[in-house]
């Protein structure tokens, strides 16, 4: 009685097994298609991420390219600035040899050329002042040094040399990459 053709039997078209399994095709379809779009979209985002992260990648190489050059050139800084420090205090041992005056005197000019050429030869030790004979530094008038010792002034200025050194060998460093 389930195919009458009446009024009641028109609306129970889908309880025939035909339809029925039309039907169930139909959700059946339905759902494969969604699912086959989910895993789609899925799919299309899993490659933008993948993008993206390639992307950072590549950017997080490049700083660490950029840190190892960094590290090599605090290294080379370093050593340089070990090296001026040595220098320097090889330099400041004979400074402290000299005699607590306010003229320049024995081997003070000396010393003094030593320093300036230490300076001027960007901090190299092997001082050409030794060939001229101390002349890179004139006699200073006693009258014009206001009161510091010799001494003094050649602390200060081998203290002032070893900042610029350091200085121009640290921006050499970074210069260089």
Not at 31 to 47: C, D, E, F, P
Not at 56 to 65: D, K, R, T, V, Y
Request: hydrophobic share 35%; proline share 1%.
């Amino acid at each position: 009685m389930l195919y009458k053709n009446n009024e009641e039997g028109k609306n129970m078209w889908y309880l025939n097994p035909k339809n029925l399994a039309l039907i169930a095709l139909l959700v059946v379809s339905v759902m494969a298609s969604g699912l086959y779009l989910w895993q789609r979209n899925t799919v299309i985002k899993q490659k933008s991420e993948i993008g993206l992260l390639k992307v950072s990648n590549e950017s997080l190489q490049g700083q660490i390219e950029d840190y190892k050059k960094n590290i090599l050139a605090m290294k080379k800084a370093q050593k340089e600035q070990q090296q001026i420090a040595n220098d320097t205090a090889q330099l400041l041992s004979d400074v402290n040899k000299m005699v607590e005056s306010k003229c320049i005197g024995g081997k003070d000019e000396k010393s003094i050329s030593d320093i300036t050429y230490y300076f001027n030869s960007n901090g190299k030790l092997s001082s050409g002042s030794t060939e001229a004979n101390g002349k890179a530094v004139s006699k200073a008038d006693p009258s014009h040094i206001s009161g510091w010792t010799t001494k003094q002034l050649v602390e200060n200025y081998l203290v002032m040399i070893d900042y610029v050194l350091k200085l121009e060998r640290s921006i050499s460093c970074y210069e260089s990459n």
